[in-house]
């Protein structure tokens, strides 16, 4: 079952490493729109600096559900989605598998890019990491969740718009803890406790999603 | 189905076949309809009653003079609009693990009323917030809560509009409403939260005027009202849908 | 071995087929004939469970396949109308992830060797670079590596493909069959299989 499940990641990110342009179009979405806030609200350094922590969670946010758009469309449009299904493993841990290999490819380097966009808010050093914590603890209940909507808006007219309406209520409780953790610490408090609730949400939804995910999938594909 | 209530209770077995029985949309089309009519003279008496209190008996408060009466209307429509959700979410997963159409055709039916105590709630917390604290929109915990709930019920409805085939838009829907439910206490505390950490205990809408004893019997006369409009609003819609599908 | 009981499928509110019971046995050949739209990919998915039918059930060995879900999809193998491969990979790589994905792990000798036998030579060329035939050919090797799944659902595995490649798909079924499996295949044409009995199933 495990090696089935690995197999199944290698190939995802084997596509994606053979066609990264999607996978770099999400990340350059993700620049490009925290880029967009000082244009919008202006570049006041102590007002950039308080916002910073919501935009660029923000920013994550939007940029995982222009992702997530392509995790089962592709497969569904080439067959590949089919045999998934009929494989010898359960669904639930093929989509967790599916779920891991795309947030490798569009959550882990949005943590890895956030200390650049921390710079161009002018956030002190200090708290990058809490900023990267939460969006490493964050990002993977971001996949998680928006996988279900992607599972179940497959194959509709207008799913990318859908999938937004449908995933982002959903998404608030875990923008709240993350933006929120960072701003706690950048007021001189503990953060702890919300990094420790997104924790618990991460392992919730790890255990709890792919089975939604699971019968989501099959109930699109019947 | 709660509804049955009134059905003869001759023994344990002829009962379980009676509730089998309502399960089919075509049976439960003429109880739906009279249960409806009754719900509807319930609804209209009892939001007499219940407006009467607020407006009339029940004093006026120290603090925000008549203006606080709209929670006569907005704090029983944020209540019921809450209790649908899950309502909503019971009837949908009880259609996805029994395969039973009623029931999925029940989730569907309640989406659109529970989006309009919602819609209301919000409409009537603006119309609260204007005079009390200056701005129609002061991102207080619960209309935030309101608002996300809209969204959840928004999207339940846009999903199943846009599947074509019924049974998948059923069982979609199912997905979602389910997931939404087990989201929702997790969405209100973390707004809660949200709420604590940037405004402080400032503004607050929860924190409505001591209840004096009238004010709750109005709030709760108003949520019986609106309980049994929904009732009846619901069981209309519901009998739109069977006539549509079968 | 497979059996079909009662079955009953609509689409878009058109009854596709009702009352539909059959039984297979090994070694025997099952051919769905009709028309485009006929409900034929609809049974065969039916068949392989990735569509719940509206009544009835299907049975393998005796058991509801809703009830056995991995443990049937471990005992078959499905090819749907599209090829079911990654553009962006290999044909080798593509045949050697299937293979893994059913529990059947292959070698990569053996995976060449399949392709070869379809002729298709194991390059790193992307099947995004291959022809439509060609792309055909790469999904039905898969075949010769899956000897050991007793169930084989093919959906049109003629389509598209030139007289060697159907020539050989004919006689992979063929030894299939003779090795006691069983097949179900749906198909517009006529072929020519050798197998001990050979069922013909009209939808519409």
Redesign the interface.
């Known amino acids: 079952m495990i090696?089935?499940a690995r197999?199944?990641v290698a190939?995802d990110l084997?596509?994606v490493l053979?066609?990264p342009g999607d996978a770099a179009t999400a990340l350059l979405f993700f620049v490009i729109v925290a880029s967009l806030f000082p244009l919008g609200i202006g570049a006041e350094p102590n007002l950039l600096r308080a916002v910073a922590p919501g935009v660029i969670w923000v920013a994550a946010l939007l940029s995982s559900m222009l992702s997530l758009q392509r995790l089962f469309a592709a497969d569904h449009?080439?067959?590949?989605l089919?045999?998934?299904?009929?494989?010898?493993?359960?669904l639930g841990v093929l989509s967790a598998a599916k779920v891991l290999a795309h947030w490798l490819v569009s959550g882990l380097p949005v943590v890895a890019l956030a200390p650049l966009l921390a710079l161009q808010y002018d956030l002190a050093p200090e708290l990058w990491g809490t900023l990267a914590l939460s969006l490493l603890l964050g990002t993977p209940v971001l996949s998680f969740?928006g996988a279900?909507g992607a599972a179940?808006?497959l194959g509709?007219?207008?799913a990318g718009v859908?999938l937004a309406?449908?995933v982002?209520?959903?998404y608030?409780?875990v923008l709240?803890?993350g933006a929120?953790s960072v701003?706690?610490a950048a007021a001189g408090l503990a953060a702890g406790a919300q990094l420790q609730v997104l924790g618990a949400?991460l392992v919730v939804s790890a255990a709890f999603a792919p089975w939604?995910i699971a019968?989501?999938l099959r109930?699109?594909?019947? | 189905m709660g509804h049955c209530g009134g059905i003869a209770d001759i023994d344990g077995m002829s009962t379980a076949i009676r509730w089998f029985w309502f399960a089919s949309p075509q049976t439960f089309f003429p109880l739906a309809g009279r249960i409806a009519a009754v719900c509807w003279g319930l609804a209209a008496a009892l939001a007499a009653v219940g407006l009467y209190i607020g407006f009339f008996v029940a004093p006026t408060d120290a603090q925000q003079g008549e203006v606080y009466r709209i929670i006569f209307i907005h704090v029983p429509a944020a209540w019921m609009s809450m209790f649908l959700y899950l309502v909503m979410a019971f009837w949908a997963a009880i259609g996805l693990a029994f395969n039973t159409r009623l029931s999925a055709m029940m989730a569907s039916a309640i989406a659109p009323t529970g989006a309009l105590f919602t819609f209301l709630a919000l409409w009537t917390g603006a119309l609260w917030g204007r005079p009390t604290w200056g701005a129609y929109w002061v991102w207080d915990a619960r209309l935030t809560s309101e608002l996300i709930l809209l969204f959840l019920y928004l999207g339940f409805m846009a999903l199943q509009a846009s599947i074509d085939d019924p049974r998948r838009a059923d069982r979609a829907g199912a997905v979602l409403a389910i997931v939404g439910a087990v989201n929702v206490p997790i969405i209100y505390y973390s707004v809660q939260w949200w709420n604590t950490l940037h405004q402080g205990a400032s503004v607050s809408l929860t924190r409505a005027p001591s209840m004096a004893s009238t004010m709750l019997t109005g709030m709760l006369v108003m949520s019986l009202a609106f309980w049994a409009y929904a009732i009846a609003a619901v069981l209309m819609r519901v009998r739109c849908i069977i006539r549509e599908r079968e | 071995m497979l059996e079909a009981v009662g079955l009953e499928c609509a689409r878009q509110r058109r009854a596709l087929f009702a009352g539909l019971a059959f039984a297979l046995a090994p070694g025997e050949l099952l051919r769905v004939a009709g028309e485009n739209g006929a409900g034929k990919t609809t049974l065969l998915k039916v068949l392989a469970g990735l569509l719940d039918p509206d009544a009835g059930e299907v049975r393998w060995q005796g058991r509801p396949i809703r009830a056995l879900r991995e443990e049937f999809a471990r005992q078959l193998v499905f090819l749907g109308h599209a090829p079911a491969v990654k553009d962006e990979l290999s044909a080798a790589e593509n045949l050697s992830v299937a293979c893994e994905l059913a529990g059947r792990p292959a070698s990569p000798q053996s995976v060449r060797e399949a392709l070869e036998r379809y002729g298709l030579p194991a390059e790193p060329r992307p099947v995004r670079r291959l022809s439509q035939g060609q792309r055909r050919r790469a999904a039905l090797a898969r075949l010769v590596l899956s000897a050991d799944a007793p169930l084989w659902l093919l959906d049109e595995p003629f389509a598209a493909l030139d007289a060697a490649a159907a020539r050989l798909t004919e006689s992979l079924i063929g030894r299939h069959l003779a090795a006691g499996g069983a097949v179900v295949y749906s198909t517009h044409q006529e072929a020519s299989i050798e197998a001990a009995v050979h069922r013909v199933l009209q939808l519409g």
Do not use: C, K, W
């Not at chain 1, 449009?77 to 590949?80: E, F, L, R, S, V």
């Not at chain 1, 109930?219 to 019947?222: G, K, N």
């Open positions: 090696s089935i197999t199944l190939r084997r596509v053979r066609r449009a080439d067959g590949t089919e045999q998934m299904l009929l494989a010898a493993a359960p969740i279900i179940l808006t509709l007219r207008g859908l309406l449908l982002l209520p959903l608030v409780p709240i803890l929120g701003e706690m949400l939604a019968a989501a109930i699109s594909t019947e």
